[in-house]
């Protein structure tokens, strides 16, 4: 089977395809641009979906680069779709296959994810304030920047499976 037909018949790509498009659906409704006779209006969003899903896929992709380097086996990122949720989504996850073997792996393999998140969030902002000249996107760029920022501040609470747990 070609790596091209891998891809197509992986959860993985399904799932981040559906969040993207109800991350679109959000980001359309907070502009008021989604227009139900015209259901390619949901795409009107899609400022909003590539900032924060860039966001949450630099934050897994974090966890995932940190596990990788530490020998842990983890799953590509789980987005979960959410369309009637506000944000579109509720976010992603990993799956950690094999425990990590000491505690500097699992604070490197915790601590991975918020710091990717925070450096894809302040490259948006960089590119907000020096690139992006168009009063139409920015309201979404900041939005997807405010809400990557607050998950991420909510992912370090010390509990649970949560990065800060």
């Not at 993207?20 to 979906?49: H, M, R, Y």
């Not at 509720?90 to 915790?110: C, E, H, Q, T, Y």
């Not at 009063?135 to 998950?151: C, D, E, R, T």
Request: proline residues 6%; contains cysteine.
């Amino acid at each position: 089977m070609s790596s091209l037909a891998k891809v197509f018949r992986s959860i993985h790509f399904w799932l981040f395809v559906a969040t993207f498009l109800s991350v679109c659906f959000a980001g359309a409704k907070f502009t008021e641009s989604f227009d139900v006779q015209n259901l390619l209006t949901i795409f009107n969003g899609w400022p909003f979906a590539v900032s924060l899903m860039f966001i949450l896929l630099s934050h897994e992709m974090g966890h995932y680069a940190m596990s990788r380097k530490w020998g842990v086996r983890v799953t590509l990122p789980y987005f979960v779709p959410m369309p009637i949720f506000p944000i579109g989504t509720l976010g992603a996850f990993i799956v950690i296959k094999d425990p990590p073997s000491n505690r500097n792996a699992l604070f490197d393999i915790g601590a991975g994810g918020p710091w990717a998140g925070i450096l894809a969030t302040a490259v948006l902002n960089l590119m907000a304030k020096t690139l992006i000249s168009d009063n139409y996107y920015l309201p979404l760029l900041y939005l997807a920047i405010f809400i990557g920022l607050l998950v991420t501040l909510l992912n370090l609470f010390p509990c649970g499976s949560l990065d800060g747990g």
